[in-house]
């Protein structure tokens, strides 16, 4: 039987001031540091070796893998980061805090944002210094695949491709591997893995730093899954 570990990044510091995120690369807060090393502790302490580790191009994500890895003693594996596996794009949101948002738009507008599979946020303009396009780690991204807003659906769209390509055959070769992605990259994998409706995706909320392990069949079929 095979395990797979699915791991959102620690608290970030727009975590901890409650601000839209999306492709904005904040960093870990003390306490997402915290959070990080405490989940290596429990995967170590269940007898978890990675082969691989597969993460996003955010460095709240990627400093979650290390101390993760670090404290297990595993920071040796190989590691690939894709952009395929970024935080949902938040478009014109990205940065506002979410409480002001929603004194501005009302709650349910805002919680359609949040969470609605099918609604966009604001269109972020192409002129604004948070498109992609002005960040050289997505300098190979085709004009198609940067996005100026992304609503869950859409996420799934870019993260699918990235697993049934780079993820399913590592899992194949019977390889133990986790993924350090963001709340809503994982929510959209997990709606594929464990055939969610948009109604059960929408209660889904993901804690950071909490690892989640999949138990697969020969096939890689699901077993079950459970939080450390
Ligand atoms: O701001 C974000 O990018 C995400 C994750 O922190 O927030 P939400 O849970 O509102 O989708």
Redesign the pocket.
Known sequence: MQKLVLLRHGE?L??LEN????WTDVDLSQTGIEQARHAGKLLADNGFHFDLAFTSVLKRAIKTLHLALETMDQLYIPEEKSWHLN??F?GAL?GLN?AETVQQYGEEQVHKW??DPHEHPPVLEKTDPRFPGNDPRYKDLLPSELPVTENLSETMDRVLPYWTNKIIPALKQKKQVIIVA???SLRALIQYIDHLSDEEVTKL?IPTGTPWVYELNDDLSRIRHYYL
């Open positions: 970030s727009w975590n601000r839209f995120t999306g935080e949902r938040y990205q979410k949040r969470r963001h709340g809503n909320d």
